[in-house]
């Protein structure tokens, strides 16, 4: 269970599986290889096979052949997050934990949380002081001790890490954990099954640590093992431009993580991504691309979302639209393409600013 990094690299760890892997979680015909070995310790709410819904309106807009968006707010605490902590608790529960730390913006910290009462473990989950206030109170209602910090994001990490080794406690940061992003992995066999293997050519995510990112990467890259598709979709990674470290190592711009500012899309505000060679090395195999978006044009797509296609997504999920419109802008998706975006967070999580603030 631990989240150690690697000691010779200083890396996160990956999960790998032997050849003759029997620990396959098996969900809804899904066949994914899992590090759970007593199937009696899963720990699940019904998270993931998210509907992919068709936005005729937006993709019309930019001439998209199709624009789908895979609806993953539907998952039990409105987020993509419930992939990645059912399977990081379902391994603590397994290894006997009952008690661990986490840090999180805000929606991680609800999935572990959620996962965590489930599993009967008890949660420390620690958040930025100014943290969205729906967030914080979803954290609160599974009964974590919530613990609010001053200061960076990565004051943020430095305080749980420090309470973990003050404690003996389990840091099951779902940054760092190997088993997160394996949970996230079902998204790519997901997404394999609900297209028929006709994949669409790309899928605009928004990033900051990577955890669906990396995890549908390596789902589609078994699928790709195992003779289910020929070819991953291209993969992109939005970024605010207020937090761009990702897009700034993608494109070889000065910035570094002194110069981040507040952004309205702050499950993506991450100045130091943990996992970020991992993040480039997956653009390059995909040839994919990493674009900035404005504030202001995460608030626009938004809006444009949920006036015209009935989609209220949180203001870190919008960016991906942002970014989709920065993609064609670019030419990096054209005409006639089909594109697939995940709308990774529910609205009323993180409200938009108010107008007359
Ligand atoms: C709604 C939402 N979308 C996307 C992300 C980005 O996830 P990751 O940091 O794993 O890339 C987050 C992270 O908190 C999030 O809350």
């Known amino acids: 269970m631990s989240v150690e990094p690697c000691s010779d690299c200083g890396s996160p760890l990956d999960v790998s599986y032997f050849a003759h892997h029997e620990t396959d979680h098996e969900a809804d015909g899904n066949h994914i290889p899992s590090p759970i070995h007593d199937p009696g310790s899963w720990v699940s709410l019904g998270e993931g096979n998210t509907p992919c819904v068709s936005l005729t309106t937006l993709g019309g807009g930019l001439s998209l052949h199709q624009l789908y968006a895979k609806l993953e707010f539907l998952n039990p605490t409105g987020s993509f997050k419930d992939r990645g902590a059912a399977t990081m608790l379902s391994v603590a529960r397994e290894h006997g934990v009952a008690e661990l730390v986490e840090d ?130 291209r993969l992109h990674c939005v970024q605010s431009r207020n937090v761009m470290p990702l897009v700034a190592a993608f494109s070889g711009e000065d910035w570094s993580p002194e110069s981040a500012t507040k952004t309205v899309a702050g499950g993506i505000s991450i100045a130091a991504p943990s996992r970020s060679w991992q993040i480039l090395d997956i653009l390059r195999q995909t040839s994919g691309s990493a674009v900035a978006v404005e504030d202001a044009n995460i608030l626009r797509a938004q809006k444009d979302l949920a006036e015209r296609e009935g989609i209220f997504a949180e203001p870190t999920s919008a960016a991906a639209f942002a970014g989709l419109d920065a993609l064609v802008d670019e030419g990096v998706i054209k005409v006639g393409d089909t594109v697939l975006v995940p709308v990774t967070g529910f609205g009323l999580k993180d409200e938009p600013p108010r107008q007359d603030a």
């Not at 910290?109 to 949660?123: D, E, H, L, P």
């Not at 613990?147 to 389990?170: F, K, N, W």
């Not at 955890?211 to 790709?224: D, H, P, V, W």
């Open 104 to 233: 999180s913006s805000g929606n991680a910290g609800a999935s572990v949380s959620a996962y965590a009462a489930r599993a009967g473990i008890k949660s420390h989950i620690f958040v930025p002081a100014d943290a969205p206030e729906a967030k914080l109170r979803q954290i609160r209602a599974y009964g974590t001790e919530v613990h609010p910090i001053e200061g960076s994001r990565g004051d943020v990490t430095a305080a749980a890490i420090t309470y973990c080794q003050q404690h003996g406690l389990v840091y099951a940061s779902h940054m760092m954990s190997p088993y997160f992003a394996e949970g996230t992995k079902a998204f790519a066999y997901e997404v394999v099954q609900q297209f028929e293997h006709v994949l669409p050519d790309h899928i605009v995510f928004p990033v900051g640590n990577g955890s669906l990112f990396i995890g549908a990467f390596n789902g589609f890259k078994e699928l790709r093992e195992a003779g289910e598709i020929e070819k991953i979709p």
